[in-house]
């Protein structure tokens, strides 16, 4: 065995790639620009998806032979993608508006420097490499004042939060300004609890920050009911606050990249109520802008309608007869007219293309105020996905196939009115939570794990049932946990490290406040499916359920609990068929694959067969292949909680895997 190297020989060797790899990502993003120049001669779009897909299957596969694994190539070259489709935009844009071009923008935004208006501000700056002149603001009317009178080019505003939602001040700002929105900017928001150096969290007592990351920080803070809210006019402020103050028990809520410009050290991250948790700002300039029409576009309109029933319907079919989709509807109250309200429409449309013009001349005539906010490029880029197959790790399926003449059970026909059946929805529902579809032909492969778990193998149980072909994992056993809290918590984030679903599965009652918390979709088990309170609470969830059959329940009495789900509002639900029992074996069930040929040919839902408690280890395999070969929307397979099993598990259930994607 060769004698390894020095530490610091190897830290220096790494930091000579690391040179090299930001050398080359330099470059790359020289020509990347080329490209631009070169589609601004032929007015080709921005994006060619198609392209991408091929880079990213052939790195995909490059990747794995230098023994790195699907994940991670993805996940970098996405960003990378991004970046360069981001910067060909910023220079398209700059080019078709010549006169707007500085060397130094003045920016007012809300705050001081740290805050996330800073942040976004600042991002926006360096994409179109222009030095940034920032003016803090304290209010968002002071922000429009700043460019209204001059002192500003752009003005910074948060539009919306995907945690807190809209921000209806802002809305309100916009009904009373000349200017334009000329174009938009996302940050990820990484909500931190930031303290002085040497404060430890459970000192803390006071906390400062914006009503916004309040809001979006809310379950964190439920946890902490002692702690003293302080509220403050940004981010900024609630860390000059801390900053300012000589007691290491106060903190702010922040970025950590903020912080930092404070000398404030994160002592709790990931507080937000979401996993992903962004901010979009527009931004906002005296003259509109024109953008091309090889760019992604978006416009921004505010409207009011007549008062009479329809009168909003009757708009927005306008917008439907030119094929415009609007991405955005908010309403608010229009000042000294009770009752009355103004529309907020952000449509994905270039305001200059034929069928926009079309579409404003129409709505002239039939609203009683219509005003165009702006046109500017969409920065949201969409990442481009690779089919199950170019990843060669996850199912490649066909769509499902729907039999014209299916055969049914006489009582499901005597429900064929009910929200369940294909009667009453012709087409095939798809639940899809991040990469894990379920339903309308999208095969869904779901690992269920048995706590406890040793937590130090959170992290490994999971790359490798991400490899392994998994886009979910059920955690059940809750009941059986002395620190749930601290065990789902640090599974759960191991899973979302790799974008696995967490899906958390609820055996009592009392267990369905804290999944409803923490979980991406939430399992109800078998022996709760004739528990119609609980239906009923599900059911009015904004959360997607999977629905299990219980080892003594027919199909019509299935279909009933679905029923009484979908009742309640949630169209997210997923069936579930795992044995049942029978008179051929008192302790293992069987696997009713009958049920599931006629469950497909009632219902539009969905179906997950789970073959594990019906199937020996020798049956396992055929089950779940017939499974799939019937129609099933997809597979959940069982691990142990013995830690010693797993990769023998896995390494079974791997190949089950693989034989069913080929």
């Given at each position: ?313 009757e708009a927005l079919l306008v917008l439907k007869a030119h094929n ?18 103004m529309f907020y429409l952000d449509l994905d449309a270039n305001l ?311």
């Open positions: 065995m060769s004698k390894p190297q020095p530490l610091n020989h190897t830290r220096e060797q790494i930091t000579s790639l690391d040179k090299d790899l930001l050398a080359l990502l330099a470059k790359r993003r020289e020509l990347s620009l080329d490209v631009a120049r070169s589609k601004e001669v032929d007015i080709r779009p921005i994006r060619d998806t198609q392209r991408e897909k091929e880079l990213l299957s052939r790195l995909v596969k490059q990747g794995r032979e230098q023994g790195l694994d699907a994940h991670y190539v993805i996940s970098l070259y996405q960003s990378i993608i991004e970046d360069s489709v981001l910067n060909q935009q910023a220079y398209l844009q700059s080019r078709a508006n010549p006169d707007t071009q500085k060397q130094q923008y003045n920016v007012a935004y809300l705050g001081a420097r740290g805050s996330y208006s800073y942040l976004a501000a600042n991002r926006y700056c360096e994409r179109r490499q222009v030095n940034m002149q920032d003016l803090g603001c304290k209010s968002f009317d002071e922000i429009v004042q700043a460019v209204e009178s001059g002192h500003a080019d752009y003005g910074f505003l948060p539009i919306e939060n995907t945690s807190s939602g809209s921000i209806n001040e802002v809305y309100d700002v916009l009904q009373h300004t000349s200017l334009a929105i000329v174009g938009e900017t996302t940050i990820e928001v990484g909500h931190c609890l930031l303290a002085k150096n040497g404060s430890k969290l459970e000192q803390i007592k006071t906390v400062y920050a914006h009503p916004q990351p309040i809001s979006q920080c809310s379950r964190y803070l439920a946890l902490h009911p002692d702690y003293k809210l302080e509220y403050c006019s940004s981010s900024a402020e609630a860390m000059e606050r801390v900053i300012e103050s000589d007691d290491l028990s106060v903190a702010a809520i922040g970025s950590a990249e903020g912080g930092a410009l404070y000398q404030l050290e994160a002592i709790a991250q990931d507080l937000a109520n979401q996993k992903i948790n962004q901010s979009r700002f527009i931004v906002v300039a005296r003259k509109a802008i024109a953008v091309p029409e090889q760019l992604p576009a978006k416009s921004t309109l505010i409207m009011a309608t007549g008062q009479k029933p329809g009168a909003l319907v415009l989709n609007m991405s955005k509807l908010e309403s608010r109250p229009i000042p000294g007219t009770p009752w009355e309200e200059a293309s034929d069928a926009m013009q079309s579409a404003l001349k129409e709505l002239e005539r039939i609203t009683r105020f219509i005003k165009v906010l702006g046109c500017y490029p969409c920065e949201t880029v969409n990442p481009t996905q690779l089919s199950n197959s170019q990843l060669m790790i996850e199912p490649d399926t066909s769509r499902a196939e729907h039999s014209d003449k299916p055969s049914v059970t006489q009582s499901a026909l005597s429900c064929e009115q009910s929200r369940y059946s294909k009667t009453n929805l012709d087409d095939a529902t798809e639940v899809t939570i991040g990469q894990l579809q379920i339903g309308d032909g999208q095969f869904g492969a779901i690992a269920l794990i048995s706590l406890p778990q040793e937590s130090e193998l959170y992290s490994h149980k999971a790359k490798s049932l991400k490899e392994a072909g998994f886009q979910g994992v059920i955690l059940e056993g809750l009941s059986h946990q002395i620190d749930i809290g601290t065990n789902i918590l640090e599974f759960k984030k191991a899973l979302h490290q790799f974008d696995l679903e967490c899906i958390i599965a609820v055996e009592h009652e009392s267990e369905l406040k804290f999944a409803t918390d923490h979980a991406s979709i939430l399992l109800i088990t078998g022996k709760q499916m004739h528990n119609k309170p609980l239906l009923k609470q599900v059911g009015s969830l904004h959360i997607p359920v999977i629905l299990e059959r219980n080892t003594m329940a027919s199909i019509e009495e299935l279909l009933n609990a679905a029923e009484t789900v979908l009742t309640q509002g949630n169209q997210q639900l997923i069936l579930c068929e795992s044995g049942v029992r029978t008179f051929n074996d008192s302790v293992m069930p069987s696997l009713d694959l009958a049920a599931l040929v006629d469950i497909k040919a009632i219902t539009h839902l969905p179906i997950l067969i789970n073959p594990c408690y019906a199937s020996s280890q020798q049956t396992l395999s055929p089950h779940a292949k017939a499974a799939k070969q019937l129609k099933a929307d997809g597979l959940i397979l069982n691990f142990s909680s013995e830690n010693s099993e797993f990769d023998a598990e896995l390494a079974s259930h791997s190949e089950l895997l693989r034989d069913l994607y080929q």
